[in-house]
């Protein structure tokens, strides 16, 4: 794509081109700009085919088809059912990501994996980490969501003896530690504007600065990142740097929510009971076809992760629970009553957890697993839901 004009206040993204199989490549364009062209028409979405043109206020392109212009994937050559780590699959969407999956384990590119929570994108990471030439060397998680701006930075970068108040020795950071191995950076969205030119720095650089420190340090690590936001949207809103989003999207994986991929639901179950140590008996009570579809036709907000509450659930309750009632947290049994033969502290310790858990699992449900619009709508810090979420196991 060639810039043809300058000085025109343009969107932060113009259009975007994928390529397709037969030298064609599919054109969208958001609604709010000023327009591309296809052919010398305005169009929102088009297919292009080799040799048309495509053009905006300030590009032009041309698709053009090559003999080595394969897709990245390739459906028609993809197996019944896949595994990539810890994660299996049968759907084609699920299987484009293992093998976009198994082509980033074997370079040394960034990776951005988007999908919703729960999705598997913590797991896809380390699985890309262990397929790959670094699997010797450490897997390192930041979730850039869990803390605020200065001890995030710290907890990146590391920081020196009296960078702070409170800093009283020197501290390694993650970037550091995982030297000559892979930094997760989950939730990497969630990053403060403050921090993202500092991390684009060491992305372009390859050497951190601990804080308080006037010293660059080169490392060696490769990184991964994982968001359940829908980054291009952030970046179009300005909450997120367009030359951050592009260094990070070296290898874009978008991971399919659970509810787009149905048929994906019998297999994952499975492997989720063997898991979870079922015996062969509550194995076949809990896959038969008539509750395997109807957990098929059940939302998922939290996808993967609240399929697993719920099947753990039905083995604590040695019953075929429906998702609808086991979604509330409310097993089918009698309500929940006062032990009166234990202490007041204890009783009303068991309750508060027992309330805890059933809000923060409501409230992340109602917010389709986003923690920090969550937080807002029930006035809570963000990250001290991140922390309740954590305690309650709702979030790994
Ligand atoms: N395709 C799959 N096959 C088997 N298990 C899966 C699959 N996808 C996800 N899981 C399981 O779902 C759970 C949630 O996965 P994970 O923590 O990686 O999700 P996530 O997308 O990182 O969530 P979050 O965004 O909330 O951090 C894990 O127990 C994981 O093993």
New binding site residues.
């Given amino acids: 794509m060639k810039r043809s004009s300058e000085g025109v206040a343009v969107s932060r993204f113009h259009c975007e081109m994928k390529t397709e199989r037969k030298g064609a490549a599919r054109t969208r364009s958001p609604k709010e700009r000023p327009g591309t062209f296809v052919g010398g028409v305005r169009w929102r979405q088009a297919r292009t085919r080799g040799g048309s043109g495509t053009s905006g206020v300030s590009f032009s392109a041309r698709c053009e088809s090559r003999e080595e212009d394969a897709p990245l994937t390739r459906p028609e050559s993809l197996p019944e059912s896949a595994a990539f780590g ?4 049968r759907s084609a969407a ?1 299987r484009a990501s293992f093998d976009r999956m198994e082509r980033a384990a074997s370079c040394n590119a960034t990776v951005l ?1 988007e ?11 380390l699985a890309i980490h262990r397929a790959g030439a670094r699997a010797g060397a450490p897997f390192l998680v930041v979730d850039c969501g869990a803390l605020p701006a200065n001890l995030l930075e710290s907890e990146l970068f590391g920081h020196e003896k009296g960078a702070f108040t409170g800093a009283i020795q020197r501290r390694v950071g993650a970037f550091e530690e995982a030297d000559g191995g892979t930094i997760f950076l ?2 990497i969205g969630e990053l403060p504007a403050e921090l993202q030119p500092k991390l684009l720095r060491v992305l372009e650089n390859r050497e951190i600065r601990r804080l308080g420190s006037n010293m660059h340090q080169a490392v060696n690590v490769r990184v991964i990142a ?1 968001t ?1 936001r829908d980054l291009r949207a952030e970046v179009q809103a300005g909450r997120f740097r367009a030359d951050l989003y592009f260094r990070l999207a070296v290898v874009g994986i978008p ?1 399919p929510s659970l509810r787009e991929r149905p048929e ?1 639901l019998p ?2 179950a499975e ?2 009971l063997a ?1 979870l140590g079922a015996t062969p008996a509550q194995v076949e009570s809990l896959t038969t076809p008539d509750f395997l579809a109807r957990l098929q036709k059940a939302p998922w907000p ?4 609240e ?2 509450n719920h099947l753990e659930r039905c083995l604590v309750f040695q019953s075929a629970l429906p998702p609808a009632l086991s979604d509330s947290g409310h097993p089918p049994v009698a309500p929940r009553s006062v032990d009166a033969a234990l202490t007041y502290a204890e009783a009303r310790r068991q309750a508060l957890e027992s309330f805890e858990h059933d809000y923060v699992e409501a409230l992340l449900k109602l917010h389709g ?1 986003k923690v920090s619009q969550a937080a807002a709508a029930a006035d809570m810090d963000r990250v001290y839901l991140y922390r309740l979420l954590r305690r309650h196991g709702l ?2």
């Fill in positions: 810890e994660l299996v699959a699920a994996l999908g919703e929570t729960g999705t598997g994108k913590s797991r896809a990471a989950d939730e994982a359940h991971i994906d297999l994952i492997r989720i898991g939290g996808n993967v992760r399929l697993r697993g979030k790994s």
